[in-house]
């Protein structure tokens, strides 16, 4: 059996240009993490291999990577540049260069690496922008993990799937959606299509939720993380494939990546239910249903917000426990340590995971607690909050 090392070796051997012409798709063998991203194997400027997010809304042709990360690989600044993610509300400063790009069976010259003085969020190497991969039809398949890069010239879509129309303004894919409220009032909403907003059907910038008052029309809502709100809808659709009673967020300040505010995100949360086609020369994207279509969208059962500690694998940290749940009436508090979560030990299990099993509404769930010089155990009965 091969190792990891050895698969991803192989996975990212002798890349090449392109075929001029060929009917079958360069395959990109792809792994779903904790947050349903697709990440795929690729060298920068020779590195070993680096697990990549692909981002459509990663605002342009551009490769992410934190400075550590680049600076253990052997890449420096040759020049510096200013962006912004959509957790910051100011463009900040950033170290640029050009790099070649390697996938399997795929090599692209002269990309432009921005070089970022913060972590990236989630447990990826580096992120991608889709736009890098424009010249292609970019399948997303997140059932069977892979993605696929189709000679657009020959790519003909002839299943069952649905097509929608984007455009790109300001190096993002912008397209229609429609929120359903509580009262029934259907309200459009022009939103960036982003492989990488993890963690909810949809995020919805602050200026767009006061308008529609999203908070008052909502059949519930609870406050959430990083300055966001969570609020259940009665549906949010693309044409008529939907999702029902979902889940979105909203931001609780003004700012979307230092510009002028969208309406929102579509997140990955919705976008896993789909096997996913960017078809950028017919500004068109095609969702096709699959197995996970019709699950429900889950919202977290026990007041608990966690984080990996840096450098401390074997715990995560409790930073917010939210009054009048679960967690709180365990006695839980903020700065408290998770060991392990139903036996396991949390150095076995990513934050995201912990997090999904916080969602499970209706279940125990014994958590291992370090305080201090002290351990305990700790019953949590979860019960559903939104």
Not at 10 to 15: G, I, Q
């Amino acid at each position: 059996m091969l190792s990891r090392r050895a698969l991803l070796a192989s996975l990212c051997a002798t890349p090449r240009l392109w075929p001029a012409a060929t009917s079958a798709p360069i395959v990109l063998t792809a792994r779903r993490n904790d947050f349903h991203q697709l990440l795929v194997p690729a060298r920068i400027d020779g590195s070993p291999p680096l697990w990549c997010e692909l981002d459509s809304g990663g605002g342009g042709a551009l490769v992410f990577i934190e400075a550590a990360k680049a600076n253990a690989i052997g890449i420096m600044p040759t020049s510096y540049g200013r962006s912004a993610g959509p957790l910051e509300n100011a463009l900040a400063l950033d170290g640029r260069t050009r790099v070649t790009l390697a996938f399997q069976g795929l090599k692209l010259p002269e990309q432009e690496l921005v070089i970022k003085p913060t972590p990236l969020l989630g447990d990826k190497d580096a992120s991608i922008g889709m736009l890098v991969l424009s010249r292609y039809v970019v399948e997303l398949d997140h059932d069977s993990p892979a993605v696929r890069l189709h000679d657009p010239d020959q790519f003909r879509y002839t299943g069952p799937g649905k097509a929608f129309p984007f455009t790109i303004e300001e190096n993002n894919p912008y397209t229609t959606a429609t929120l359903t409220l509580r009262d029934g009032k259907e309200v459009p909403a022009r939103l960036v299509i982003d492989t990488g907003a993890a963690g909810s059907i949809a995020y919805l910038s602050r200026s767009f939720a006061a308008q529609h008052k999203l908070t008052e029309h909502s059949l519930a809502s609870a406050p959430d993380s990083l300055g966001r709100r969570a609020c259940r809808l009665e549906r949010f659709a693309m044409g008529t494939l939907g999702v029902t009673r979902p889940v979105v967020h909203e931001f609780l300040e003004p700012g979307f990546g230092g510009k002028t505010e969208p309406d929102g995100m579509i997140g990955v949360e919705f976008l896993r239910r789909f096997k996913v086609f960017f078809d950028y020369g017919r500004s068109r994207m095609i969702l096709e249903p699959n197995s996970r279509f019709a699950e429900p969208s889950r919202f977290d059962a026990s007041g608990l917000r966690v984080h990996r500690v840096a450098g401390f694998a074997d715990a995560v940290r409790i930073y917010q426990v939210l009054p009048g749940t679960p967690a709180a009436d365990a006695g839980l508090q903020e700065t408290d340590l998770i060991v392990a979560v139903d036996d396991t030990p949390v150095q076995r299990m990513s934050p995201g995971l912990v997090q999904e099993t916080l969602m499970r509404d209706g279940r125990e769930c014994r958590l291992l607690i370090q305080r201090g010089y002290d351990v305990f155990q700790a019953d949590l009965k979860l019960k559903r909050l939104l």
